[in-house]
């Protein structure tokens, strides 16, 4: 039976060849096709189901059913058995279709006389195009075989229906990847953009989905897996002296490249009349199905791999995708799926805008981008699936969402948006030079937050009186090992350098929650952001915390140094890391090193308890940095990286203004200089509110400086602060709308 359901597969296969290479107009192929199959298969029904839109089935061709019922009949995904199978990507297989599961009756394709069902989804690389059906008026449930020719066949269907093989009229029929289209994300670096489309990982296209000779396919499939595998044991060797969880990847690898499973399911793809890359793309395939469904995250890892594998085993068999930098389009919107800080940094600032499938604002990717000043979206789904290279693409940075292939008003919209940020740019620069002093005659000190080398130029050009804050655990993020002392002490001393004399505050290694170093073992825990990170990591591992102290010490070279610790919880882990400071200086004196000029150690108040330490802390402490993105999370208990929560509570409710108000209290009491770090800082409406009660210094990403400025020069903070205990004491919950009415009114 699996011989002569081998040698049907590859008949109709073969016929199916020849229908494709004709000259039919995109539907008459869809009618030969259907024919085709159900004469092959034995049914007197065969229809096939493409999407119209993201939520819509409709009837494109059949035989066996109701003619007149083509391009009329649709349903909701979900929606029938036809729905059932789009929906989950699954097979349903059933003799007795009325009586099934979620059926569906419709009167106009007279598909009543016909008991049995097989629903086979028309799928590539994860991405549902529409559902295949044969049925018959036997019922009988399908055997296997026929179950898997004819999943092979919706293969070919699938990758015809990518090149577009079935174009014609109707919404249904148009062509893939032609189409302007829409794609919401959400905002992780603002910013707006225009270009071209180039692809971190381009998908590569199957032109000859089906094949001639089965031997000489098996051969090229044993050659490209060889190969692959060499690849995969190099990586390995290279890797050998590395970081354990690492080998342990390569180890998988390895496993899924040796895998006998794999290579058999491929072959037996090829037996039916696949091409070597078409029966490495069915796989491919079925393991993006899969891991939609997989819930645990080790076997979506696992599935992952195996992804991976597949689209190097593509790329060996194919040629294609093998692009360097040299081909990047003159202005290059990055599209990913996901992406390392390491990838990013080695495109720079070659980049017009990036566009994630995944990520979120606080992965290290968003972190790199915005010390790139690059406008970046993640969450855009389907963007990988959807995009080519070379497609024109626009980035939205402001709203969160990606334009793709715009239509004229799009653009035209776009491109007028695009010029009045450029006027707003001026008018910023105007101003670059000016103190940021408010009409009431109160001075505020706008500094930046920086992370790499590649901002400190943005240090004169945004008018940023000094660096607030120096992420740095970029440097060690962006490596397969930990950095050597020498190396930090070159890069601190080339940012002092660049700073020429203003104050950088370097924050000491902020890792943990969503920043893991790829060389340290990961620890599984529940809540990481409420975890072992930052301070708790350096005072456990005082080893590491020592050596980037020394660097720091020795790249001052006699200048003044100012050094944070992040995440203190309690006075006593500060004075810990203060100890830690105080060790490293004598040190360095007995070692005969030049010691900093000044020295000033602070903390980042980032814990609701660190605002209510007692006194002796805040008299100690040589500064604070609120860190705002953490501070309001831990407040309002509301994960920054859960998209559901993160935007539920307002920076400006009053409660969390009235935490601050009793910080800047607090430290106006002992005299202790306090600063506001975080994207709120960045936000002119939420940075005029903060220095309204009281806070002075505020630091924030280079761009945001002169809007900020801007808003500040406008302002009487006697009149807004008078505003904001207004809509206290009236009990309202967020003071915006308030300072909204006070700043349209003056």
């Not at 179950?147 to 066949?153: F, G, K, M, R, W």
């Not at 796989?283 to 891991?291: L, P, T, V």
């Not at 505050?505 to 340290?520: A, C």
């Amino acid at each position: 039976m699996a011989e002569s359901t081998e040698s049907e597969s590859r008949k109709l296969l073969g016929r199916l060849r020849e229908v494709m290479a004709g000259e039919s107009a995109g539907q008459e192929r869809l009618d030969k096709i259907t024919h085709l199959i159900a004469d092959s298969m034995g049914t007197e029904v065969c229809s096939v189901y493409l999407f119209r839109d993201d939520e819509t089935l409709e009837l494109c061709a059949t035989e066996g059913l109701n003619v007149e019922s083509v391009h009329q009949t649709r349903m909701r995904l979900g929606e029938g058995l036809v729905g059932r199978v789009a929906k989950y990507g699954k097979v349903v297989n059933t003799p007795d279709a009325p009586s099934a599961k979620g059926f569906r009756y419709m009167p106009e394709t007279g598909e009543e006389r016909f008991s049995s069902f097989l629903g086979i989804p028309i799928q590539r690389l994860g991405e549902k195009l529409g559902v295949l059906v044969v049925q018959s008026k036997e019922a009988r449930e399908y055997s296997a075989d026929a179950v898997y020719a004819l999943e092979v066949v919706a293969m070919v269907i699938a990758e015809m229906t990518e090149l577009g093989a079935f174009v014609g009229e109707g919404a249904a029929l148009s062509p893939l990847h032609q189409q302007p289209v829409m794609l919401p994300g959400t905002v992780a670096q603002e910013g707006a953009a225009e270009g071209h489309v180039w692809l971190h990982e381009p998908r590569v296209v199957v032109t000859n989905p089906i094949a001639d000779d089965p031997h000489r396919e098996m051969e090229r499939l044993n050659e490209a897996v060889e190969q692959l595998r060499v690849g995969v044991d190099k990586m390995l060797e290279m890797s050998q002296n590395g970081d354990k969880e690492q080998l342990k990847v390569l180890e998988a690898y390895r496993m899924f490249a040796n895998s006998k499973g794999w290579m058999k399911r491929m072959e037996e793809d090829i037996a039916r009349g696949l091409s070597a890359e078409a029966a490495v793309e069915k796989e491919q395939s079925q393991a993006r199905a899969r891991m939609e469904q997989v819930q645990d995250a080790y076997l979506r890892e696992r599935l992952a791999d195996l992804d991976d594998l597949s689209n190097r085993l593509l790329r060996i068999l194919t040629g294609q995708g093998n692009h360097d930098a040299a081909d990047l389009p003159a202005d290059p919107i990055l599209i990913a799926r996901n992406i390392g800080p390491g990838d990013l940094l080695e495109y720079g600032r070659s980049l017009r805008g990036i566009v994630l499938e995944e990520g979120s604002v606080g992965s290290h990717a968003a972190i790199v981008a915005r010390a790139l000043a690059i406008p970046l979206v993640v969450n855009a789904a389907r963007i990988t699936t959807e995009a080519l290279n070379g497609d024109h693409v626009m980035v939205d940075g402001e709203q969160g969402v990606v334009h793709l292939r715009p239509d004229d008003t799009v653009v035209s919209a776009f491109r007028d948006k695009i010029a009045m940020q450029a006027k707003a740019q001026e008018r910023y620069a105007s101003i670059r030079d000016k103190e940021a002093v408010t009409l009431d005659g109160t001075r505020i000190n706008l500094v930046m937050n920086a992370g790499l080398m590649a901002d400190l130029p943005s240090l004169d050009s945004s008018g940023a009186e000094g660096v607030g804050l120096f992420r740095t655990e970029l440097q060690f993020l962006v490596r397969n090992q930990m950095p050597k002392r020498g190396e930090l002490v070159a890069l601190y001393k080339r940012v002092l350098d660049a700073a020429h004399g203003k104050r950088v505050v370097f924050r000491t290694l902020d890792i943990g929650s969503d920043k893991v170093l790829p060389y340290m073992k990961p620890t599984d825990e529940p809540n990481p952001a409420l975890g072992w990170r930052a301070i708790r990591v350096g005072l456990d591992k005082p080893g590491v915390m020592r050596m980037q102290l020394q660097a720091l010490m020795r790249a001052a070279e006699g200048r003044p140094l100012t050094i944070m610790f992040p995440f203190v919880a309690q006075f006593e882990e500060y004075r810990d890391a203060r100890a830690e400071v105080e060790k490293t200086l004598e040190r360095e004196r007995i070692l005969g090193h030049v010691l900093p000029e000044k020295l000033e150690v602070g903390a980042m108040l980032e814990t609701p308890s660190l605002a209510f330490a007692p006194r002796k802390f805040f008299e100690e402490v040589g500064f604070l940095s609120i860190g705002g993105n953490d501070l309001k999370q831990f407040f309002f208990a509301a994960d920054r990286e859960n998209e559901r929560v993160r935007k539920r509570y307002d920076s400006l409710n009053v409660s969390f203004l009235s935490l601050i108000e009793r910080i800047v209290e607090r430290c106006e009491e002992t005299g202790t200089p306090l600063s506001f770090c975080g994207e709120d800082a960045g936000r002119p409406i939420e940075a005029l509110c903060l220095a309204a009660i009281g806070v002075r210094t505020l630091s924030m990403r280079p761009a945001s400086i002169g809007p900020v400025k801007s808003l500040l020069l406008r302002c009487n903070l006697e009149d807004l602060r008078k505003v904001i205990t207004d809509a206290r004491h009236r009990g309202e919950q967020s003071v915006r709308q308030a300072v909204m009415r006070y700043l349209r009114d003056t």
